[in-house]
C-alpha cells in the first residue's frame, strides 16, 4: 500500500511538472506574487513563437532563465525584473524620463510605465 501511494504521489508531481505548470505560468506568478517575485517572463502578447516545448520548469533552464511561453510553446528565456509599486495615472504624470520597455532599465526604485521610468506610487 505504501509503495503505491508512493506511486501515485510521485505520478502527480511529474503531471503538475511537465503538463499544468507548462501551460500556467502566468497564473502560477499571480498566486505568488505576494512573494516578491522580482524576475518575470516576458509579456508574449501578439508574439507567435515556434510550437515546441523545450522545458517543463525554470530549475530546467540553464544561467538563471525562466521557462517561458513564446507565444505558442515554452522556451529557456532571459528573465524581466519586475520592481514593486504600481505606475501612477498616465494622466497626472509627466512621460518624459528615460526610455524603457520594462522596471530592469530603470534607475533605483524606478519603474517602467508606458515607456518612461517614474515614481511609482
Given at each position: 500500500?505504501?509503495?503505491?501511494l ?12 511537465f ?9 502560477f ?7 516578491s ?16 516545448e ?49 522596471d ?16 511609482p506610487?
Open positions: 500500500r505504501r509503495i503505491s508512493m506511486c501515485c504521489l510521485v505520478c502527480l508531481l511529474i503531471l503538475w511538472d503538463i499544468v505548470l507548462p501551460f500556467n505560468f502566468a497564473g506568478y499571480n498566486l505568488c506574487s505576494f512573494f517575485v522580482e524576475q518575470v517572463c516576458p509579456d508574449t502578447t501578439g508574439m507567435i513563437g515556434i510550437c515546441v523545450l522545458c517543463g520548469l525554470h530549475g530546467y533552464c540553464p544561467n538563471g532563465e525562466l521557462c517561458c511561453s513564446n507565444g505558442c510553446g515554452h522556451v529557456c528565456t532571459t528573465p524581466i525584473t519586475v520592481k514593486p509599486g504600481d505606475c501612477p495615472d498616465p494622466r497626472f504624470t509627466r512621460q518624459c524620463g528615460t526610455r524603457c520597455s520594462h530592469g532599465q530603470c534607475p533605483g526604485e524606478m519603474k517602467c510605465c508606458q515607456t518612461s521610468c517614474v515614481t506610487t
